[in-house]
C-alpha cells in the first residue's frame, strides 16, 4: 500500500449520499490517538501479539487521513526498535519471536515515520540484516515460512517481497550482485496456488479467498508478473470472482456464502485496482456500506454496522473509501 502525493486528489464517488453518512474523520484520529492510552484495560494486555500490527494499522489510517503526525515519531520509533533481532527480524512486540509478518509491519512503519538512520544506530548494516533474515526464510520449493518454525502461507511470501522491495534488495533492484531469493520459484509457487475460478489460496489446491488474491496479485506485481500471468482473459476471470463479493448491501465477503467484512474493503477493492477493473463493483453502496460501520460518537469503524470498532477494520475501511476515492482521503496507489 503506498498514498499518492496530495488530499483530495482524485473524483468524488458517483452520486449522492444520505447527509448522515460522512466520515467522522477527527472522530477516527482521536480513536487511534486513544488505543495506547488504554493499559489499564485487560484488553489491552491481550492483545499485546497484535501490537506493532496496531501501530502499523493506525499509522496507515492516520496518514491516509492527512494526519501522519497525529502520534508521536519518536515514541514509534523507539517502540519497534524494542521488538528488533540480532537476527534482522521483528517481533510483534518486546520479547515475541521474529516473523516476517511483523518485520514487514516494522519496515513499512519505519519507512512512513522516516527511521532508518535511528535503525542504523541501533544495528550497523540494518537493510541488509533486515533484508537477510528475511530472504533466510525461502524454502527451497520457492515457499516462504514465517518464522523459524517453518509454517508457510502466501502471506508470508508476499510480506518478505514486499519487504525487501522497500529495502531495495529485490533482486533486479541489485542485478549486479548475487540474488537474495529465488524469484522464479516463488512465482511459480504462487501460480500454482490460482484456482480454475481464476482467484488464489493459501497453497495449491486451497479453496481462492479475498485475501490470498491479495498477497499473490501484490508479489506477483512486485515482481513484475502480474500482467504477463494473468493476461486480459485472465483478469477478466479474476475480475468476475471479485466482484461476485459485492452484497446487495453493498459491503464485500472474502469467499462465497460468508459474512460482508469492511476489511475486505481493502482486500477486494485492491485487487480490482492492480488488475484494472476496480469499476465492476458498485463505488457507492460500497462507501455507504462503509460509513455505516462507523462509530459517529466515538470514532473507529467495525467489521459490520452495529459491532465493536477495532483499529483492524478502521483502517482498511478508510483504505476502501480512499481507492473509490473519498473526498478528503489521501489516494492509495495499489498498482
Same mark, same amino acid.
Given at each position: 500500500?503506498?498514498?499518492?502525493?496530495?488530499?483530495?486528489?482524485?473524483?468524488?464517488?458517483?452520486?449522492?449520499?444520505?447527509? +448522515?453518512?460522512?466520515?467522522?474523520?477527527?472522530?477516527?484520529?482521536?480513536?487511534?490517538?486513544?488505543?495506547?492510552?488504554?493499559?489499564? +484495560?485487560?484488553?489491552?494486555?491481550?492483545?499485546?501479539?497484535?501490537?506493532?500490527?496496531?501501530?502499523?494499522?493506525?499509522?496507515t489510517a492516520l496518514h491516509l487521513l492527512g494526519r501522519p503526525d497525529a502520534l508521536p515519531r519518536q515514541g514509534i520509533i523507539d517502540y519497534v526498535l524494542k !521488538?528488533?533481532?540480532?537476527?534482522?527480524?521483528?517481533?510483534? #512486540?518486546?520479547?515475541?519471536?521474529?516473523?516476517?509478518?511483523?518485520?514487514?509491519?516494522?519496515?513499512?512503519?519505519?519507512?512512513?515515520?522516516?527511521?532508518?538512520? +535511528?535503525?542504523?544506530?541501533?544495528?550497523?548494516?540494518? @537493510?541488509?540484516?533486515?533484508?537477510?533474515?528475511?530472504?533466510?526464510?525461502?524454502?527451497?520449493?520457492?515457499?516462504?515460512?514465517?518464522?523459524?518454525?517453518?509454517?508457510? %502461507?502466501?502471506? *508470508?511470501?508476499?510480506?518478505?517481497?514486499?519487504?525487501?522491495?522497500?529495502?531495495?534488495?529485490?533482486?533486479?533492484?541489485?542485478?549486479?550482485?548475487?540474488?537474495?531469493?529465488?524469484? @522464479?520459484?516463488?512465482? #511459480?509457487?504462487? @501460480? &500454482?496456488?490460482?484456482?480454475?475460478?481464476?482467484?488464489?489460496?493459501? #497453497?495449491?489446491?486451497?479453496?481462492?479467498?479475498?485475501?490470498?488474491?491479495?498477497? !499473490? !496479485?501484490?508479489?506477483?506485481?512486485?515482481?513484475? =508478473?502480474?500482467?504477463?500471468?494473468?493476461?486480459?482473459?485472465?483478469?477478466?476471470?479474476?475480475?468476475?470472482?471479485?466482484?461476485?463479493?459485492?452484497?446487495?448491501?453493498?459491503?464485500?465477503?472474502?469467499?462465497?456464502? @460468508?459474512?460482508?467484512?469492511?476489511?475486505?474493503? /481493502?482486500?477486494?477493492?485492491?485487487?480490482?485496482?492492480?488488475?484494472?477493473?476496480?469499476? /465492476?463493483?458498485?463505488?457507492?453502496?460500497?462507501? #455507504? *456500506?462503509?460509513?455505516?460501520?462507523?462509530?459517529?460518537? =466515538?470514532?473507529?469503524?467495525? %467489521?459490520?454496522?452495529?459491532d465493536m470498532v477495532d483499529v483492524f477494520h478502521t483502517v482498511f475501511g478508510i483504505a476502501g473509501l480512499s481507492l473509490v476515492r473519498?473526498?478528503?482521503?489521501?489516494?492509495?496507489? &495499489?498498482?
Amino acid at each position: 500500500m503506498s498514498l499518492a502525493a496530495g488530499p483530495g486528489r482524485g473524483r468524488v464517488v458517483e452520486g449522492q449520499l444520505p447527509d +448522515e453518512l460522512t466520515l467522522v474523520a477527527e472522530k477516527h484520529i482521536a480513536y487511534i490517538q486513544s488505543l495506547d492510552t488504554r493499559k489499564d +484495560e485487560l484488553e489491552y494486555h491481550l492483545t499485546e501479539h497484535l501490537r506493532i500490527g496496531g501501530i502499523y494499522w493506525g499509522l496507515t489510517a492516520l496518514h491516509l487521513l492527512g494526519r501522519p503526525d497525529a502520534l508521536p515519531r519518536q515514541g514509534i520509533i523507539d517502540y519497534v526498535l524494542k !521488538c528488533l533481532h540480532d537476527t534482522g527480524g521483528f517481533g510483534a #512486540a518486546p520479547g515475541h519471536d521474529a516473523h516476517i509478518l511483523y518485520t514487514g509491519y516494522s519496515v513499512q512503519i519505519l519507512t512512513m515515520v522516516n527511521g532508518f538512520a +535511528e535503525l542504523e544506530e541501533k544495528m550497523p548494516n540494518s @537493510k541488509c540484516k533486515v533484508a537477510s533474515f528475511a530472504a533466510s526464510l525461502q524454502q527451497a520449493d520457492g515457499r516462504f515460512a514465517g518464522d523459524e518454525w517453518g509454517e508457510t %502461507d502466501t502471506r *508470508f511470501l508476499f510480506s518478505a517481497f514486499y519487504t525487501l522491495s522497500l529495502l531495495g534488495y529485490m533482486p533486479h533492484q541489485r542485478p549486479e550482485e548475487t540474488p537474495l531469493i529465488d524469484v @522464479k520459484a516463488a512465482t #511459480a509457487h504462487i @501460480k &500454482a496456488c490460482q484456482n480454475f475460478d481464476g482467484a488464489f489460496g493459501v #497453497a495449491p489446491g486451497a479453496e481462492s479467498h479475498s485475501g490470498q488474491v491479495f498477497t !499473490c !496479485c501484490g508479489a506477483l506485481a512486485i515482481a513484475g =508478473e502480474l500482467d504477463s500471468h494473468l493476461g486480459e482473459a485472465g483478469k477478466d476471470r479474476l475480475g468476475a470472482w471479485l466482484s461476485e463479493r459485492q452484497l446487495p448491501s453493498g459491503g464485500l465477503n472474502g469467499r462465497p456464502e @460468508k459474512l460482508v467484512d469492511v476489511c475486505y474493503s /481493502w482486500w477486494v477493492v485492491s485487487s480490482l485496482a492492480m488488475i484494472d477493473r476496480l469499476h /465492476w463493483i458498485d463505488k457507492q453502496k460500497l462507501t #455507504a *456500506f462503509i460509513l455505516q460501520c462507523q462509530d459517529p460518537e =466515538e470514532g473507529g469503524i467495525a %467489521d459490520r454496522p452495529g459491532d465493536m470498532v477495532d483499529v483492524f477494520h478502521t483502517v482498511f475501511g478508510i483504505a476502501g473509501l480512499s481507492l473509490v476515492r473519498y473526498p478528503g482521503l489521501f489516494e492509495v496507489d &495499489a498498482t
